[in-house]
């Protein structure tokens, strides 16, 4: 040893004799250790020497000195030292748990967690009751291995007298586990155990009123996210999920202030593709169409593979009748769409649109021009839709409505043949569910054979409208008219 060092010593020694003399004897190293922690950065050689020379005598077999010493050296990221005492100690106690407890941090912040959930198993087989083993091993194999985690906790909870605040800590274990690994169900239950109690952070409300939120259960989840409003008003998360709560729940007005606080006063805040979406809805519900647009295109910045966004755009776009807009949009998310998710449902949307537009009573913002053209397009795409599902009567059902809609008057009978086709194919599924269509095709045809001056191929309609419905004005009013002009 250097003279330095034993003069240092030699000093620790006499100023050890004044303090020990006046401790319990069961806590008479702890000075000492204190003293190697505020030495052992600043001065490692002589921190060494203090923690060797508490070692001895009575202390070489004191587990929890040695314990106490190899944690100073672990937070002071000594490896050396911290070798040497875990030697000491199992030297000293092989089989005491907390040595392999330790053992396990330090392989956790190797990021070994394979080794480290076997040195807290170890622990756990010299001591069952060794309750932070098993903690521990869950929230590290939080991630890798959420069933074993989960395993290992149930296993602390069936011990056998654990204490309350114990078992409070294995439910938020579990919570955190279910949490990391979606099974927001069960997180919900396991934070409803200890949310109430000390131990409960703001950050486990939070993840509680957001696993409810994922559980769609809105009304629980903004009760719990406004009673952390009321204790902290500008959490970014709060605001957060109680908008998001309160839209799910169409309180809009309600939501709208949340959403003008949490957009425009909290600081901070990094929003996300969601939160953008969410504003969206919100303006949509409540006619901001052109509004709704900018916060989902914001969205779909953020987040381009949420190709459902630009669905969202088109269909605002449409509510605030800008077709062609409209329009534009869902081409740019069938565009979008992997070759294997384009289905004939993604024609017959577009065709609704084009329809749409065709039928419009905004002369504004639809022009006779823009409407026939639509109405041509329109026709174009359900003829798409009857070439792909001939025996379907949707294609054939909308192409009658795009063909009646280019002859309103109903005299050239440009509807007829679709229509008449929708009638065949729903008549053979003998199903009562498809009356509704059928009285819609023989209202048109009851009509248009009425103009022909046929009139009893259109009674024979009324009459079938009748059979299904027996007090459909239409067909009541139609016959009476018939019968007026003695037919």
Not at 41 to 54: C, V
Not at 80 to 105: M, N, P, Y
Not at 426 to 445: E, F, G, M, P, W
Request: some cysteine.
């Amino acid at each position: 040893m250097k003279i330095k060092s034993r003069i240092a010593l030699c000093c620790v020694g006499l100023l050890f004799a004044g303090t020990i003399s006046a401790q319990d004897p069961a806590t008479d190293w702890q000075a000492g250790v204190n003293q190697v922690k505020e030495l052992v950065k600043s001065n490692p050689e002589q921190a060494w020497d203090m923690a060797e020379e508490l070692m001895k005598g009575k202390n070489k077999k004191n587990v929890d000195l040695i314990l106490a010493l190899a944690n100073v050296y672990m937070d002071a990221n000594q490896p050396e030292q911290l070798d040497e005492l875990l030697k000491k100690a199992k030297k000293a106690d092989k089989s005491d748990a907390r040595i392999f407890l330790l053992e396990g941090d330090i392989a956790l912040s190797k990021k070994d967690v394979g080794a480290a959930c076997g040195l807290y198993d170890q622990a756990i087989y010299f001591d069952a009751n060794c309750y932070d083993a098993y903690l521990k091993y869950a929230r590290a194999y939080k991630a890798a291995s959420p069933t074993m985690a989960i395993q290992k906790l149930e296993q602390l909870k069936q011990l056998e007298n654990v204490p309350q605040d114990v078992l409070l800590q294995a439910d938020k274990a579990m919570a955190e586990v279910y949490y990391s690994d979606n099974k927001f169900v069960d997180a919900a239950k396991a934070y409803a155990n200890f949310i109430h109690s000390d131990i409960a952070t703001e950050n486990d409300i939070l993840s509680y009123a957001f696993a409810l939120f994922m559980t769609h259960s809105f009304s629980a989840s903004l009760e719990i996210a406004e009673k952390g409003l009321q204790e902290n008003p500008n959490n970014t998360g709060f605001n957060r999920l109680a908008m998001y709560n309160l839209v799910d729940m169409k309180r809009y007005e309600e939501a709208k202030a949340v959403a003008e606080k949490f957009f425009n006063e909290l600081t901070d805040v990094t929003y996300s593709p969601l939160d953008y979406r969410y504003y969206g809805t919100l303006l949509e519900a409540t006619n901001d169409y052109l509004g709704a647009v900018a916060q989902f295109e914001k969205a779909f910045e953020l987040n381009p593979n949420s190709i459902e966004l630009l669905k969202n755009i088109s269909d605002a776009y449409a509510s605030n009748s800008d077709y062609e807009k409209a329009i534009e949009a869902y081409n740019r998310y069938t565009d979008a769409l992997p070759a294997d998710e384009k289905t004939a449902e993604n024609i017959l949307d577009l065709a609704n649109l084009y329809f749409e537009e065709g039928t419009s009573k905004d002369t504004i913002k639809v022009t006779p021009e823009m409407r026939q053209n639509a109405l041509v397009q329109a026709d174009t795409l359900y003829a798409q839709i009857c070439e792909l599902a001939p025996d379907n009567y949707a294609g054939w059902y909308y192409r009658g409505h795009t063909r009646s809609a280019m002859d309103p008057e109903t005299t050239q009978g440009l509807a007829k043949p679709y229509y008449e086709k929708v009638v065949e194919i729903v008549l053979s599924k003998n199903d009562a569910r498809y009356n509704r269509i059928l009285i819609t095709c023989y209202s048109y045809l009851g009509y248009y054979f009425m103009l022909q001056s046929d009139y009893e191929t259109s009674k024979d309609y009324w009459h079938k409208i009748q059979a299904i419905d027996p007090n459909n004005a239409l067909a009541k009013t139609a016959l009476e008219g018939i019968a007026a002009e003695g037919h």
